[in-house]
């Protein structure tokens, strides 16, 4: 019982750590986005690349890439439970697999999407608050 509360304390002293340094830093970004982008953009004049791009959106690109990978993942998990749901063939234990298989496939795929969603909102957002300075028009 003391083991769980400890480790609960503990998650819940890093949790609130963390919410304190990113609510602490705000009023920071505005000079660090200035001093990260003049780095940015000298690092791509020396290695003669057309045009710098920001950090930010670059994250933004990878997160979708690995989050429509995953779809893919979870797609192909949800056609092989399937096939062993209706390759069973009255074997109780492999069309219990295929149906679990196919279960959490899909929950998977759920969140995958869900998780989607919110990146191509805060992605549609994102370019204006990066190249506007903040300003998106509601």
């Known amino acids: 019982m003391y083991f769980f509360l ?5 998650l819940t002293a890093l949790f609130a750590l963390g919410l304190s340094l990113i609510f602490g830093l705000a009023p920071v970004s505005a000079d660090l986005t200035e001093n990260v982008m003049g780095q940015v953009k000298a690092g791509a004049e020396t290695a003669q690349f057309s045009e710098a791009i920001d950090p930010r959106l670059a994250i933004m690109g990878v997160v979708r890439m690995i989050l429509a990978v995953t779809g ?8 092989y439970g399937g096939y062993n749901y209706f390759t069973s063939h009255g074997e109780e234990e492999k069309a219990e697999k295929g149906g679990k298989i196919m279960r959490m496939a899909i929950i998977g795929l759920i969140i995958i999407l869900f ?12 370019p204006a608050l990066v190249t506007e300075g903040g300003d998106v028009a509601k």
């Open 115 to 126: 998780s989607y969603s919110i990146t191509l909102f805060i992605g549609s957002r994102l």
């Open 6 to 10: 400890k480790h609960k304390l503990i």
């Open 72 to 79: 893919i993942v979870f797609t192909i998990l949800i056609f």
